[in-house]
């Protein structure tokens, strides 16, 4: 009965994946005007990087949240960086002229002529955030399936006889 569980717990990992990268890329992808829509529009036009940052995203997330639909466990920390890099990739792929934020701290013509440019930099650090915290998981699973028993850990033991 177990054998026919396994696949099953595969199968169901696997989609919650695709669902978590499906949201990342519609949640970053939608307002950001990545992704055409009626709702939403941009002054700047999408640029390759951007729609190759999404999927990157896209891919990077589904691979992070599969890794927590194995173990059901939550680690804050890796969580703070998936969401980190979510916060960067939209910063990286949204318009820097329709950005209220950006527009705020550097005005009209400082989002265009400073962060612009920066944008393509900052999806590279979102990317990287986002792999760093899958390779995080991805070690802490492998040393959680052959844990090491706690009473080998301190070395072979000497008998005495």
């Known amino acids: 009965m177990a054998s026919a569980q ?3 717990r595969s199968l169901a990992t696997a989609a919650i ?5 499906i949201g990342t890329v519609a949640i970053i992808g939608v307002p950001t005007d990545v992704m055409p829509n009626p709702l939403f529009g941009r002054q700047t036009p999408v640029h390759p990087y ?12 589904c691979a992070l949240v599969a890794t ?7 680690a804050a920390a890796t969580n703070r960086a998936g969401i980190g890099s979510g916060v ?5 792929i949204s318009c820097p002229a ?3 934020v950006v527009v705020a701290l550097l005005g009209a013509s400082g989002a ?7 944008q393509p930099t900052l999806g590279g650090l979102a990317v ?7 390779a995080v998981r991805i070690r802490a699973l492998r040393r959680s399936a052959c844990p090491v028993p706690k009473d080998r850990a301190a070395g072979p033991a000497l008998r005495a006889d």
């Not at 994946?17 to 990268?21: N, R, S, Y």
């Not at 265009?112 to 920066?118: C, D, I, N, W």
């Open 88 to 92: 960067l990739g939209w910063f990286a």
């Open 17 to 21: 994946g695709v669902l978590a990268a």
């Open 98 to 100: 329709c950005n209220k």
């Open 50 to 61: 951007d729609v190759a940052l999404l999927i990157a995203l896209g891919i990077l997330t």
């Open 6 to 8: 396994a696949p099953m």
């Open 68 to 74: 927590y639909a194995i173990t059901r466990d939550t």
């Open 112 to 118: 265009t002529s400073t962060f612009a440019p920066l």
């Open 128 to 134: 990287a955030l986002a792999a760093g915290a899958l």
